[in-house]
């Protein structure tokens, strides 16, 4: 206002004057324009730093994220341990299952196998027939009866068995009279009936050479000689 007032009532003379007035109004517009601009460019840059600074400081907290996964990535740690889990599992599951298995089926089969076996051949062992016959036969003392075994007539031993075992004894009597078939020392006193088949049986529990004889009088001579109507009967140990 007040240069627009000079410059018109001063007019051209005053030229000198309104050229300083004009370089100091621009000298300090150009120290405005300056300062704004430092202004500006300080602004700037601090905005940019703080961009900066706020870019630079986020790949930090990504290094901590990676550092993390990491961290992560080290608990594999516990994937070695789902490793070993399975591991005893599986061994531990099979070793009892197999050991189970087996000791049962091996159990039973072996009292089956051992009893089975043992018993049929004790059976077939344990039980033995023995015959025998009562004939009629020359003598010194003329015809009489005489018992008549495995070992033939006029035997030492009439018979041999084994201790333990059932012995079933068959004695077909050819003769017409009683005879009977005694042996003390095995409890035994069978009578012999005349023209028929007597069987018994009796188990000898000791070896030894026992007596027998017939205490029915049936022959003079027989009844005096070994072998005839009086001997002995072996009974072997038991194997
Ligand atoms: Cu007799």
């Not at 109004?25 to 500006?40: I, P, R």
């Not at 009489?144 to 068995?161: E, H, I, K, M, R």
Request: with cysteine.
């Amino acid at each position: 206002m007040g240069l627009d007032g000079n410059s018109s009532a001063a007019g051209p003379p005053q030229n000198g004057q309104e050229r300083r007035r004009h370089l100091g109004a621009g000298l300090a517009t150009l120290a405005g324009g300056v300062v704004l601009l430092a202004a500006v460019i300080f602004g700037l840059t601090a905005g940019v730093g703080a961009i900066w600074s706020s870019v630079t400081s986020k790949p930090a907290p990504v290094q901590v994220a990676v550092a993390q996964g990491y961290t992560g990535a080290v608990a594999p740690a516990p994937a070695p341990a789902t490793t070993t889990a399975p591991a005893p599992a599986t061994t531990t599951a099979p070793a009892p299952a197999t050991t189970t298995a087996p000791a049962p089926a091996t159990t039973t089969a072996a009292p089956a196998a051992a009893g089975g076996p043992s018993e049929k051949n004790e059976g077939d062992a344990a039980h033995v027939t023995v015959s025998l016959t009562i004939e009629n036969i020359k003598t010194a003392g003329g015809q009489q009866p005489a018992y008549v075994g495995p070992n033939g007539v006029g035997a030492d031993t009439l018979f041999s068995v084994t201790a333990g075992q059932s012995v079933t004894v068959s004695v077909k009597n050819e003769d017409s009279g009683f005879h009977t078939f005694t042996a003390p020392d095995l409890g035994l006193a069978v009578t012999i009936k005349p023209l028929a088949t007597t069987t018994f049986t009796f188990r000898p529990s000791a070896a030894g050479s026992y007596q027998w004889k017939c205490e029915i009088p049936c022959g003079g001579w027989v009844m005096d000689h070994v072998g005839y109507m009086t001997g002995a009967l072996d009974v072997a140990a038991a194997k």
